[in-house]
């Protein structure tokens, strides 16, 4: 059981990085968006 509750442990762990990933992508590509017109302009 201990063996299970690092593994389960572990999958968190890649999921919360792998969800902070993806919200940093996003975090980039809203402020490209938005800076980018400001710049060509």
Do not use: D, G, T, W
């Not at 919200?23 to 060509?40: G, Q, R």
């Amino acid at each position: 059981m201990v063996v299970k509750a690092k593994e389960h442990k572990q999958h968190l762990r890649f999921f919360y990085y792998l969800n902070l990933s993806r919200y940093k992508l996003m975090a980039e590509c809203l402020l490209i968006k938005f800076f980018k017109p400001n710049k060509l302009r």
